[in-house]
């Protein structure tokens, strides 16, 4: 059973919260996620809903306490942007470390300074190597989605460990879309009860949980981390496709948008991605062979399916919402051109910085970009290895 | 309250075979606790000696369930597994709807004066029913002996260096305990292990509040304070006859009880002297300084009996 309504982004992650009725929120406000913490403070007071929400004093607090919360066997949740994650940074290590299986809504906004509070994706790529599988959503209703399936893969066995469930502040989070619904009675089924095989509530069997970790196991510890992620990659998609049996919609580690017969394609996360679509459309009417691939898990990163999906593209243009200041390129980039790198294909690649700060882009700039990318598959050079698109320099 | 043939017989929620240096006063503070705690307790640490000297993996010394998150959010962290508590013990999971815990966080000064000061106001305002023990022994132990907001004035530490133009930390001790009651919780009190029918009588009440408590516990460092090892508890003493550590209650911000007055309040040099840390303070030219330290105490401690009312 599922319904049509119209929701934000931010409306449909509070909704799925409720739904999903953890044990445990703990959260703090910030732009652009506070109404999720907002509505979802509502449905509490309301009696819609037990969860014990813990209204803590910051955003590093807001972890800590679900990293408290979660040790104990509860499920929980919180949900932050930009300085708030930062803010989190140093236990958003430890909850991936002590092996959480957290959730948590990370509603994309631009890291200071100067402040801003508009979307990209500096904050999300702040975490990024913290241990935390991220999932990125093009829309509300994969918001929605991910928030759904995150619960299922942070705390199943072979996994244990946390999911940031991305959407992009404004452009997401506060534009309203038609979305579908999944009945309560069906999210429940879905997914379950949370029964952990330690906690520290368990009276019989007492744990201590983040002792010290010297030279002679930390790094193994590591490594049991890097091997959760490694298997989480199985249980992403086994849970994605249970996930189509339930709603219809069918998810994997990425999208391909035209891309089994394109000659040169755009990769790109987040909203930009329905950009890319539209853009697409109109140049595949032209008989231009261009295509997308829409990265939806980012951590793990998919990089031999990636690399079997370009294989046969001669030149693919990389969209980073984030600078990294290597002078080469952003985050994605950087990933990207290292899994090709023993590629046997001879994909030829180009960076393309855009929307900083929630700079906006429009059909007719990705339209741009494609023009790009196809000037270097006519002339065989690449002028520019990294494009800022969209700034006046 | 327990007697102390009770008490002895309770002991054991924290093992021996820890690794605090000799002397150490957060060892004695941590078992005269959990031997008050009638309840399973969860142990939430901030880091810090206690933390990294009871916890090498694979080793514990907890016989509790514990949990060290950071440095600064052993507040938080323990607020979260309380409200996990209440919440689960609703939705009747794990057998938990008969079951009672004591929640009890444990920070050094540094961890909670200093860094962990805003996680521990947080929890402490949302009204948690968490007990939170700082074990205060004056400076950051851990890290090698730097000064902290709890460090008393004149102290030589490796930040606050008695040198030849500076004679040592040159501010007061942060007053966290009047701090804390300020956030009128239920309890707050401070205590210490050389009078431990005191402390285990505090614990016990603080337990017992159905709210958020706080006890400020005086912890003594053999290392920092360069005192002999085995005269750790006398020291403590000292400390309370002088009246550098008073001891008294406060419940719900206002209702403050002196527990102890000593008959003769000692003078303050008969504190300082002992521990090497002051030495400096000893020569000629900083005696004004022990005078600057004899008033401030003697100032709080009347500041303390007229709030207890027992001066006008």
């Known amino acids: ?393 | 309250m327990a007697t102390l043939k009770e008490l002895s017989t309770r002991a054991g929620k924290f093992s021996g075979g820890h690794r605090l240096c000799p002397g150490c006063g957060a060892g004695i503070i941590v078992r005269q606790v959990l031997a008050a705690a009638k309840n399973p307790v969860v142990v939430a640490c901030a880091t810090g000696c206690l933390e990294v000297s009871s916890t090498i993996y694979p080793y514990t010394a907890w016989n509790t369930s514990f949990i060290h998150n950071a440095f600064e959010n052993a507040a938080a962290t323990i607020s979260g597994v309380e409200a996990a508590y209440r919440s689960l013990k609703r939705r009747k999971k794990f057998g938990l709807e008969d079951q009672e815990f004591d929640f009890i966080a444990f920070g050094g000064d540094g961890g909670t004066y200093d860094i962990g000061f805003q996680s521990l106001s947080g929890a402490m305002e949302r009204g948690h029913k968490i007990l939170y023990i700082c074990y205060d022994n004056g400076a950051y132990m851990n890290t090698g002996i730097q000064r902290s907001s709890a460090t008393p004035m004149g102290a030589n530490t490796t930040t606050s260096p008695a040198g030849k133009k500076i004679p040592g930390k040159t501010q007061f001790k942060k007053e966290l305990t009047d701090v804390m009651a300020a956030h009128y919780i239920p309890y707050v009190a401070q205590a210490a292990p050389s009078n431990w029918k005191d402390l285990t009588r505090k614990v016990e009440k603080a337990l017992s509040i159905d709210g958020p408590s706080f006890i400020n516990v005086l912890s003594v460092c053999p290392r920092g304070w360069r005192t002999p090892e085995e005269k750790g508890l006398e020291i403590t003493r000292t400390a309370i006859d002088t009246c550098f550590w008073p001891l008294f209650e406060v419940e719900n911000g206002t209702d403050y009880t002196i527990n102890y007055k000593p008959k003769n309040k000692r003078p303050i040099e008969e504190w300082l002297k002992p521990q090497g840390r002051f030495k400096h303070l000893f020569k000629p030219e900083n005696k004004h300084l022990i005078e600057k330290i004899q008033k401030h105490i003697d100032n709080r401690w009347e500041m303390l009996l007229r709030r207890a009312g027992e001066i006008d």
């Open chain 1, 1 to 393: 059973m599922t319904k049509r309504i119209a929701l934000t982004g931010n409306e449909a992650m509070a909704l799925v919260m409720k739904q999903i009725n953890p044990d445990v929120v703990a959260a703090y406000p910030i732009t652009p996620q506070t109404e999720i913490v907002q509505i979802f403070s509502q449905f509490v007071a309301d009696g819609e809903i037990d969860t014990e929400f813990v209204t803590v004093e910051s955003e590093h607090s807001a972890m800590s306490a679900v990293i408290g919360a979660s040790a104990a066997g509860a499920r929980a949740m919180t949900a932050t942007s930009a300085n708030g994650l930062a803010l989190m940074w140093e236990v958003v290590y430890i909850a991936a470390s002590c092996r959480l299986p957290i959730v948590m809504a990370v509603v994309n906004r631009a890291l200071s300074g100067p402040i801003n509070i508009h979307c990209d994706h500096s904050d999300a790529m702040g975490m990024r190597d913290s241990g935390w599988i991220q999932l990125f959503g093009e829309n509300a209703q994969e918001a929605y989605d991910n928030a759904l399936m995150a619960v299922r893969i942070a705390e199943h066995k072979d996994v244990m460990l946390p999911v940031a469930v991305n959407m992009d502040g404004f452009i997401i989070s506060h534009a309203v879309e038609n979305i579908e619904i999944v009945a309560n009675e069906d999210v429940r089924d879905f997914v379950g009860e949370y029964n952990p095989e330690r906690y520290l509530l368990d009276v019989q069997n007492p744990i201590t949980v983040g002792p010290v970790d010297l030279q002679d196991f930390y790094f193994e510890h590591k490594r049991q981390q890097v091997e959760a992620m490694k298997k989480a990659k199985n249980v992403i998609q086994k849970i994605a496709d249970e996930f189509v049996n339930l709603t219809g919609r069918k998810y994997s580690f990425f999208e391909e948008y035209y891309l089994d017969d394109a000659e040169i394609a755009l990769v790109a996360m987040g909203s930009a991605a329905g950009t890319a679509k539209a853009a697409i459309d109109e140049l595949r009417e032209q008989g231009i062979k261009v295509g997308l691939l829409k990265l939806r898990v980012f951590r793990p990163f998919p990089a031999e399916e990636i690399v079997r999906a370009l294989s046969h593209i001669k030149v693919v243009g990389v969209m980073d919402r984030a600078e990294s200041f290597n002078t080469m390129g952003g985050p994605l980039f950087s990933d990207m051109r290292s899994a090709m790198y023993d590629g046997e294909a001879n994909v030829r690649m180009i960076n393309i910085i855009y929307g900083l700060g929630g700079r906006d882009i429009t059909v007719t700039d990705i339209k741009n970009i494609i023009q790009k990318v196809k000037d270097v598959n006519n002339t065989g050079k690449i002028e520019n290895l990294v494009i800022h698109y969209g700034v006046r320099e």
